[in-house]
C-alpha cells in the first residue's frame, strides 16, 4: 500500500524560510517571466519573494496555470473550485505540466521533482502541493480515482445497497457519482408508479461517500489503521431536499471533513444533478474505530498463525450505515 | 511505370508569400533582397540578407512573434516551432488548399512527407544558452522538437496528421531536392500515392552568420546586385529563408481528383563529387553525373531540355564548377538550353533552394516563361557558349531540370515536364 507510506523526508524541506532580499532586478526579471500572466499573480508574486509569505502562492499557482490554458478555456478558472482537473478540463498535457512547473520553480525560487508531479490531478491538488513545499510540510496524499470495482472492494456497504458508481477521495475531501438506473427495488413502492429517489437513501449516498473517505482519504493517527467495520452513522442535521430525482438523474456527491476527533468525524455534504442543487447536509456525523483496538475474531485460524494483528482490516462483513432522515 | 505530377505548391520566400507574387517577381526580375537590418553593426562584415516579410521571429520566444495578417498559430502547436517550422506550416497549408485536399486526403497511410530543413540554430543556441545559465532541467520541454533538424517534418507530421512515410534529409543545399527525389521513387514504387515535399530555413543571423567563415558569403552593400550568379564580379551568396511545401501525385491520384497538375515530374539523378568537405569538384564531375544521372533515368536526351534553373549561388567556385558541367552536358549534341539562376532573386535557401526552385520551375512550365537570370554585368567567360539567358523569356518550356549541390559534394538533378 504505497500511499500510506510516510512522505519522503527530502521531499519536505522548506524553501525560502527566510526570503532572500529582493532586489530591482529581481523584480524586473519575475515581471518578465510572467509577463504573459495577469497582473495579480505579478503583484502576488513579488509580494510573496518579499515577505516569503506562502498566503501569497495560490495566487501565483492560478495565474502561472492560466497563462498556459488555452483562452476559450480560461473562463473555467474564473470561479474554478479545487476539482477543477488539469488535463480533462483545462486541456493541460504532460509538456504543458512541464512548462507550469519550470515558470512555477523560476518565480517562486524553488525545484520540483518529477515524480512529484505525477500525482497532480486537480487545481487544488497543484495549489495543496506547492504550499506543502513552502510551508516544509509533508505532501498529502494524492487524490485517488476509485472505479466502482476498487470502492466495492474496500466498503462495508455492498450492491444492492451502494449507491456509488465512482468517486475521487483527496486527504481534502470526496466527491462521487451516482446513476438513478431505474431499477434500484425500492423505487418501485417509491412512489406508485412514480419512481422517485427517497432523500433518505440521497443522504445514504453522502454517507457512504464518507465511509469512503474515511477508509480512503483521511490520515488517522500515526500507526493506527480505521476499521471498515466500526464505521456507523451517528446523526446528521439540516438536511434538506431541493430538487426531485428520478431515473437517468446522475447525483453528483461531494463530503468534505469538518471535525474529526476519534471517535467521530463530522462532514458537510452536498449533491448536485448537473448544476442543480438537489441536496444538502449541513453536517454528517458517523462514528469510526482503529483496527488496532478492536480487532475483529478471526474466522479461519490459519490468520493467527503468527499472533499479530493484522494491519488491514480483513473483509468486513457488511454494517449498512443506517440513514435516519425522513423522506 | 506510374506517372508523378507536381498539383499543389506553396510559397513563403523573399520574394513573394504565394504562388502569385512569387510568379509575378520571377517574370518581372524583382528580388528580395534588403540591407538586412540585424546585420548593420560595424562588427559585421555582412550587410545583405534576404528575409521573408511579415513575419517577425526576432524574440526567442515564440508567443512574440507576430505573422501576416490572416495567420493566426495556436500557443499549443506554436511552443515546437522555430520560424522556419512557422514559414514551412504557412506553405503547406497553401499547398493543401491549391492541391484541393481534403483532410482525408491529406491524412491516410498513402500520404506522406519528406522535408529538409537545417533546424534552427537560432533557438538551439538560445536553449544550450540557457541551460548554461540556469541548469538542465530548465530547458524549454519542446526545445529540442523546435530546434534540431527534424523540427519541419516532426511538426507538421503531427499537425496535418501524416499518416504515411516521413523523414527529414539533411545533404545540406542538397537536402530538399533529396527529399523529392525520394518521395517521387515512393511513388514510382507504389508506397505512397500522394507525397508532400518540404523545404525550409530559418533564413535569419543565426541561420546565415556562419558562413561568413568560411568566406562563402557576399560582403556587397548593394541589394540590387549582392547576390549576381555567373558574374565576374560575384563574391559569394546572400542568405534567404522561408518555407516551400510541394504536393506530388500519382497520375491515378490526379486522374480520381479530377485537378490540372502544374507538370509532371520525370525523374531525378544524383551523385557525389567525393572530393572535399564543402568545395564544389572544380570541373563540376558530381553535377555533371548527377545530370547524365537524371536525363538517362528519364530517357530525355539533353537536347530535348529547355529550361535549367541552375543552382549557382553566386559563389566564384561554385558557379564556375556548375559552368563546366553544363558545358560537358549540353554542348557536344549543340544543345542551348536557356540557363538561369534565381539565386540572383532570391538569394541561397540552403535546405530551401531545392524545393523552391523546383516550384519555380514547376510555375514556369505551367505559366509558360523562363525567368531570367539577374544581376549580370559582365558574364563570367566560364559561361562560354552557354545560353544564360538574362531577361524573363515568354516561352513555355517542355522540358525543365533543376540542380542542386550540397556540402560534402552532393549533388541531384530533376528534371520536370509538361502535363498534358
Known amino acids: 500500500m504505497p500511499d500510506a507510506a510516510p512522505p519522503n523526508p527530502g521531499n519536505a524541506k522548506p524553501f525560502l524560510a527566510t526570503p532572500k532580499p529582493f532586489a530591482p532586478e529581481d523584480e524586473a526579471s519575475l515581471r518578465e517571466a510572467l509577463k504573459r500572466c495577469s497582473p495579480s499573480a505579478f503583484e502576488s508574486a513579488v509580494q510573496y519573494r518579499k515577505t516569503g509569505n506562502p498566503e501569497h502562492v495560490p495566487a501565483v499557482v492560478i495565474g502561472i496555470i492560466e497563462r498556459f490554458v488555452e483562452p476559450d478555456l480560461r473562463i473555467k478558472l474564473k470561479d474554478a473550485d479545487d476539482d477543477l482537473r488539469l488535463i480533462e478540463d483545462l486541456g493541460i498535457d504532460s509538456l504543458t505540466m512541464m512548462e507550469i512547473v519550470i515558470l512555477v520553480e523560476d518565480v517562486l525560487q524553488m525545484s520540483i521533482n518529477n515524480d512529484e508531479l505525477r500525482n497532480l490531478r486537480t487545481v487544488g491538488d497543484v495549489k495543496m502541493f506547492i504550499d506543502c513545499k513552502i510551508r516544509g510540510l509533508a505532501l498529502p496524499k494524492p487524490t485517488k480515482f476509485l472505479p466502482i470495482e476498487q470502492i466495492a472492494a474496500v466498503m462495508p456497504i455492498q450492491p444492492p445497497f451502494l449507491f456509488l458508481n465512482e468517486a475521487s477521495v483527496s486527504s481534502s475531501g470526496a466527491n462521487g457519482k451516482y446513476k438513478i438506473s431505474g431499477q434500484e427495488l425500492f423505487l418501485q413502492g417509491h412512489f406508485k408508479n412514480n419512481p422517485v429517489m427517497p432523500a433518505s437513501i440521497m443522504l445514504e449516498a453522502l454517507g457512504q461517500l464518507a465511509v469512503l473517505f474515511l477508509l480512503e482519504g483521511a490520515t488517522p493517527e500515526p500507526g493506527k489503521v480505521i476499521s471498515s467495520s466500526m464505521i456507523y452513522f451517528t446523526g446528521c442535521e439540516g438536511v434538506r431536499a431541493h430538487r426531485v430525482c428520478r431515473p437517468g438523474d446522475i447525483l453528483t456527491l461531494s463530503i468534505k471533513p469538518k471535525r474529526m476527533k476519534m471517535p467521530l468525524a463530522t462532514f458537510e455534504g452536498a449533491i448536485r444533478v448537473g448544476q442543480e442543487k438537489a441536496a444538502i447536509a449541513e453536517e454528517i456525523t458517523l462514528t469510526f474505530g482503529y483496527a488496532e483496538a478492536v480487532v475483529p475474531p478471526p474466522a479461519p485460524p490459519a490468520a493467527e498463525v503468527n499472533g499479530t494483528a493484522p494491519t488491514k482490516p480483513t473483509t468486513p462483513s457488511a454494517t449498512p450505515l443506517r440513514a435516519a432522515a425522513s423522506a | ?420
Open chain 2, 1 to 420: 511505370m506510374p506517372r508523378v505530377f507536381i498539383t499543389g505548391l506553396g510559397f513563403i520566400t523573399s520574394i513573394g508569400n504565394d504562388a502569385v507574387s512569387v510568379t509575378q517577381s520571377l517574370r518581372e526580375l524583382r528580388h528580395g533582397l534588403e540591407l538586412y537590418p540585424p546585420f548593420q553593426t560595424p562588427e559585421i562584415p555582412v550587410k545583405v540578407a534576404a528575409p521573408v516579410r511579415g513575419f517577425n521571429t526576432a524574440s526567442t520566444d515564440a508567443e512574440d512573434w507576430t505573422f501576416p495578417a490572416g495567420i493566426s498559430i495556436k500557443r499549443e502547436l506554436l511552443r515546437g516551432m522555430s520560424p522556419h517550422v512557422v514559414y514551412a506550416w504557412c506553405a503547406m497549408q497553401q499547398a493543401i488548399a491549391d492541391a484541393k485536399l481534403g483532410e482525408a486526403d491529406v491524412s491516410n497511410d498513402a500520404t506522406g512527407l519528406y522535408a529538409a530543413s537545417g533546424g534552427s540554430p537560432y533557438l538551439m543556441g538560445h536553449m544550450l544558452e540557457r541551460m548554461h545559465k540556469l541548469g538542465v532541467m530548465r530547458c524549454s520541454p519542446l526545445g529540442i522538437v523546435a530546434s534540431i533538424s527534424g523540427a519541419v517534418q516532426f511538426n507538421l507530421v503531427a499537425h496535418f496528421k501524416i499518416k504515411g512515410s516521413s523523414c527529414g534529409f539533411a545533404s545540406a543545399c542538397a537536402s530538399s531536392s533529396h527529399a523529392l527525389g525520394f518521395a517521387y521513387d515512393d511513388l514510382v514504387l507504389g508506397r505512397q500515392k500522394r507525397m508532400f515535399v518540404v523545404g525550409a530555413e530559418d533564413g535569419n543571423m543565426d541561420a546565415i552568420l556562419p558562413f561568413a567563415g568560411m568566406r562563402a558569403l557576399s560582403l556587397s552593400t548593394d541589394p540590387a546586385t549582392a547576390s549576381r550568379p555567373f558574374d565576374t564580379g560575384r563574391d559569394g551568396f546572400v542568405g534567404t529563408g522561408g518555407g516551400v511545401v510541394l504536393v506530388l501525385e500519382t497520375e491515378d491520384e490526379v486522374l480520381r481528383r479530377g485537378v490540372t497538375p502544374y507538370c509532371e515530374v520525370v525523374g531525378w539523378g544524383q551523385s557525389s563529387d567525393g572530393h572535399n568537405v564543402a568545395i564544389s569538384h572544380p570541373e563540376g564531375l558530381g553535377l555533371r553525373a548527377a545530370m547524365t544521372n537524371a536525363l538517362r533515368s528519364t530517357g530525355t536526351a539533353p537536347e530535348t531540355i529547355d529550361y535549367i534553373n541552375a543552382h549557382a549561388t553566386s559563389t566564384p567556385i561554385g558557379d564556375a564548377s556548375e559552368a563546366r558541367a553544363l558545358r560537358a552536358i549540353f554542348q557536344p549534341s549543340g544543345a542551348r538550353p536557356a540557363i538561369s539562376s534565381t539565386k540572383a532573386l532570391t538569394g541561397h535557401g540552403l535546405s530551401l533552394a531545392g524545393a523552391m526552385e523546383s516550384g519555380f520551375c514547376a510555375l514556369a512550365v505551367r505559366d509558360g516563361f523562363m525567368p531570367g537570370s539577374a544581376h549580370i554585368n559582365q558574364l563570367d567567360p566560364e559561361c562560354e557558349g552557354l545560353n544564360i539567358i538574362r531577361t524573363t523569356l515568354s516561352q513555355q518550356p517542355k522540358f525543365a531540370l533543376n540542380n542542386v549541390s550540397g556540402f560534402g559534394g552532393a549533388n541531384v538533378s530533376i528534371v520536370f515536364k509538361q502535363a498534358r
